[in-house]
């Protein structure tokens, strides 16, 4: 069986003379990019900085259960949402930003999920900022279970002036947290 992505190719012999010789080739070329992305994940999102991280339990209840028996996909971007609030409240109060007629407003969500959560798992989320630009933020987050990575995600957004509905500078205070932390390390 032979594969014509070039990043597979490398990984082509591997399984070709292995147990996983009776999967088919789009099995295969599944297998081959899991094993890609896992090496990824453990050699670089693991040891990059992770400014303003914060990191909390999840707890899940008998609602965020699909008819699969598993957490539902929207569940967790209801977590990355929570996470964000927790993010504010320990950062930038909400409170004060609402005082000055300001929000943060999300702009793009993507997640890669990689194993399921069911009920009995004591899952744990990390979420870190990876960028703020002059009105941007970039966030990042992980979801794992007993260490093993469930998922990752990213979000973006925007400050804006709630009455004008046009963006604004990051808050201060946020910038200033954010380059004391990336300034120390």
């Known amino acids: 069986m032979a594969f014509s992505d070039p990043c597979i190719i490398s990984f082509q012999g591997i399984f070709e003379n292995s147990r996983w010789t009776h999967i088919n080739s789009d099995q295969n070329h599944l297998l081959c990019r899991n094993i890609i992305s896992d090496f990824i994940e453990k ?12 990191i909390n339990e ?9 008819v699969a028996g598993i957490v539902h996909n929207l569940v967790y971007i ?48 990390s979420m ?35 009455k004008r509905m046009r963006p604004v500078p990051v808050p201060a205070t946020l910038l200033d947290e954010y380059h004391r932390y990336t300034e120390s390390k």
């Open 43 to 54: 050699n670089e999102m693991t040891k990059a900085p992770r400014p303003l991280e914060i």
């Open 58 to 66: 999840l707890q899940i209840n008998a609602y965020d259960i699909d």
């Open 78 to 125: 209801r977590w990355f949402e929570d996470m964000r609030m927790r993010f504010l409240d320990r950062y930038l109060p909400f409170e004060d930003l609402l005082k000055q007629d300001i929000s943060p407003v999300l702009a793009h969500t993507e997640i890669d999920y990689k194993l399921p959560l069911k009920f009995q798992d004591k899952p744990v989320i």
């Open 128 to 162: 870190w900022v990876g960028s703020l630009g002059r009105a941007k933020w970039e966030l990042y987050f992980e979801i794992k279970k007993e260490g093993r990575l469930v998922c990752r995600g990213r979000q973006v957004g925007y400050f804006v002036h709630l």
